[in-house]
């Protein structure tokens, strides 16, 4: 049996187990179609399709559908917070399925909603996890996968290694995909060979030609090494992976006073939340979208490490499904 046929590649529709994962800022359409196009499955995040990129959220989909006519997939973050949010996600989950959208991840919150409006459709559910009580949450809500978000990872890292996180979710009866820390083909082949359904990668596709991202920011990635990401407090709340520089050094990682005691109190936590939420929108779009002198938050993952350049992302689905052939072979 290849490496590459595992469950994520049959319930994505795929024939490389390979996520492109959700990125905001990052997941612009011409990014989610490549991945896809090539063979992985690319994943649509919505605020940054509508409000980065500047789309309608269906006309989006349509675009992307121009470009490839292969499976993608739509991140729902769906924490609960403002009911503004949720009612826009619900609204976009119907479009989603009205598109032929089958493939689902969602992060933050219950999924059992997700799972009940796709679900009838055909559609499954993925979900981030980064501890074994996530996961049986999770699992009560009906999803079909996880997505195990290790130590390493961009974005919202977790506490735990990757090898450590599968031994504690490889018993659920679900296909587990490893998100965090893979920048080269040899770290896709090892993950599999670890017993993972599949990778979920966010950095590596950031340093493609197809991500719009700026130049800058993209040569920040491929000069990186892991001891350059930190995790800070100042964009989202709580713990975010971005590239350390003179700007992160100057602020520092960890929330003001203010804001710390905000995210204490019952109810003074939601509005602290939301403010944050609605910041870190407003200023991780600048930062991607600037170069250098913005002086902002780039947000990377510990895969900076063996990311050495700038590539096509077809190649680089296509470098990582030749690896896992021949490494079975
Ligand atoms: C710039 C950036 C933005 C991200 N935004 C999201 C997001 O909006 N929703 C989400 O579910 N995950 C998000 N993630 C997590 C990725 O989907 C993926 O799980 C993670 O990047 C994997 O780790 P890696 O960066 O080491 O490959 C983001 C990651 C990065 C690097």
């Known amino acids: 049996m290849s490496l590459l046929d595992t469950r994520l590649a049959s319930d994505a529709g795929v024939p490389v187990p390979l996520i492109c994962g959700a990125m905001y800022p990052c997941s612009n359409p011409e990014l989610v179609a490549a991945a896809s196009e090539a063979g992985g499955v690319g994943i649509v995040q919505p605020v940054s399709l509508t ?23 739509l991140n729902a973050l769906i924490e ?35 799972v009940d409006r796709v679900a009838p459709a055909g559609g ?30 961009g974005g919202h890292a977790g506490p735990k290694p990757a090898e450590q996180l599968l031994g504690e979710l490889a018993d659920l ?15 896709f082949v090892a993950a599999l060979r670890l017993g993972y359904a599949g990778a979920q990668l966010g950095t590596r596709f950031i340093a493609t030609t197809e991500c719009t991202a700026h130049a800058d920011y993209k040569a920040a990635i491929v000069r990186a090494t892991a001891d350059d990401i930190v995790l800070t407090e100042r964009v989202t709340g709580v713990p975010l992976a971005v590239i350390r520089n003179a700007y992160v050094d100057r602020v520092g990682t960890k929330a003001g006073p203010l804001a710390r005691w905000m995210l ?31 002086a902002d938050f780039w947000q990377a993952g510990k895969s900076v490490a063996t ?3 700038v590539q096509p992302a077809g190649a680089i689905v296509r470098r990582f499904a030749a690896a896992a052939r021949a490494a079975a072979a």
Not at 99 to 105: C, H, Q, T
């Open 173 to 187: 009866g679900v296909p587990v995909v490893c998100a965090g820390g893979i920048g080269d083909a040899p770290e």
């Open 51 to 73: 409000y980065v990129h500047g789309h309608d959220f269906r006309e989006g989909l349509r675009l992307i559908r121009r470009l490839t006519a292969k499976p993608i997939g």
């Open 264 to 294: 204490r109190g019952r109810r003074t936590k939601h509005w602290m939340r939301t403010i944050y939420a609605v910041r870190s929108v407003i200023a991780l779009k600048r930062a991607s979208l600037q170069g250098a002198s913005s």
């Open 124 to 153: 499954v559910v993925y979900h981030d996890v980064t501890e074994r009580k996530w996961a049986e949450k999770a699992l009560a809500g009906g999803v079909h996968g996880l997505i195990a978000v290790n130590s390493r990872a």
């Open 80 to 114: 609960r917070g403002s009911k503004m949010y949720l009612e826009r996600m619900r609204r976009w989950l119907d479009v989603a399925v009205e598109e032929g959208i089958r493939f689902f991840v969602t992060s933050l919150g219950n999924p059992r909603w997700v």
């Open 307 to 309: 990311i050495q350049d």
